[in-house]
């Protein structure tokens, strides 16, 4: 027999993180192209606040 489980279940049993996933987007200058690149990173950290003492 086939196990009776709801989407509810499966959800109840995962923890959530304590982080909160930020997209930060850098710009780099490309001396070859003569031209801007934009970087797309996906960073956790755990306080928004943090993001101020970053560097990338």
């Known amino acids: 027999m ?3 489980q709801t989407f509810a279940d499966k959800s109840k049993g ?3 993180a304590d982080t ?8 780099v200058y490309d001396d070859n192209t003569q031209s801007w690149k934009f ?3 996906m960073v ?3 306080n928004a606040n943090e993001l101020q003492n ?3």
């Open 2 to 4: 086939a196990k009776k």
């Open 44 to 46: 956790r950290v755990a």
């Open 39 to 41: 970087r797309e990173k």
């Open 14 to 16: 995962k923890e959530k």
């Open 54 to 56: 970053m560097k990338f």
């Open 20 to 27: 909160v996933s930020i997209k930060c987007i850098v710009s």
